[in-house]
């Protein structure tokens, strides 16, 4: 089993600031890798596919990178409608799956 | 666009099966573009993928719960199904269902069901 690890596990951050979550594979999982921020009572969204891949309608300040075993999701100027958890995802290995445990970012 | 819906009982009785069903609308269940998943989250905690299906009936589980899970689907209703037996407490959580393609595109709104006596 790919094991994902997200960090750090809270995230605080001032609105308009940047803010860099972390996800690590415990093997490579290519670029097979997504990104969903999910709201208190709502259900995950889609944000980035392919490690760095936009979905539709995703705001431009949300940028992935990264391959092989280390990830990042980027907001670059913290809006108010940011504050919510992020998980990352692999799927190299689909249809089997693994979720990190989420970052959940916070307003400082 | 790809609507998804859970529908279920919210409260099983610990031992017994849990039963839910996605009603997909938007897009056919048979599309080849598409496999079809159940993902849960316990109170306050993360996501665990469940199970997948396609629609030509292939299923895949989660190795953890596979002895417990059947994952079904009714291309005449465009829905799938997921049974979990023998619940216990540790099985209260939100389900959700969701497309896959292979990432999780369309989530729908997730079902909270409680297993208590």
């Known amino acids: 089993e790919i094991v994902m690890t997200q960090s750090p596990a809270t995230l605080s951050v001032s609105p308009g600031e940047r803010a860099t979550l972390s996800c690590r594979a415990s093997?490579?999982?290519?670029?097979?890798l997504a990104w969903y921020q999910q709201k208190p009572g709502q259900a995950p969204r889609l944000l980035i596919y392919?490690?760095?891949t936009r979905a539709t309608g995703i705001p431009a300040r949300f940028s992935g990178s990264g391959s092989g075993t280390e990830f990042t999701l980027t907001i670059s100027s913290l809006q108010s409608e940011d504050f919510a958890v992020y998980y990352c995802?692999?799927?190299?290995?689909?249809?089997?799956?693994?979720f990190g445990q989420g970052t959940k970012l916070e307003i400082k | 666009q790809l609507q998804l819906q859970e529908s279920g009982p919210g409260l099983v009785k610990p031992s017994e099966t849990l039963s839910l069903t996605c009603t997909v609308s938007?897009?056919?269940?048979?599309?080849?573009?598409?496999?079809w998943g159940w993902i849960r989250q316990p109170p306050g905690k993360g996501l665990e993928w469940i199970g997948s299906?396609?629609?030509?009936?292939?299923?895949y589980y989660n190795p953890s719960l596979k002895s417990r899970v059947t994952i079904s689907v009714d291309t005449s209703k465009n829905q799938f199904s997921l049974k979990l037996s023998s619940v216990t407490a540790a099985d209260t959580a939100v389900y959700y269902c969701?497309?896959?393609?292979?990432?999780?595109?369309?989530w729908g709104q997730g079902t909270l069901v409680t297993v208590s006596s």
């Open positions: 969701a497309s896959i393609r292979p990432d999780l595109d369309y």
């Open positions: 938007g897009g056919s269940i048979s599309s080849s573009s598409y496999y």
């Open positions: 299906i396609y629609y030509s009936g292939s299923t």
């Open positions: 093997q490579s999982v290519s670029s097979n």
């Open positions: 392919g490690a760095s």
């Open positions: 995802q692999q799927y190299n290995n689909w249809p089997l799956y693994t």
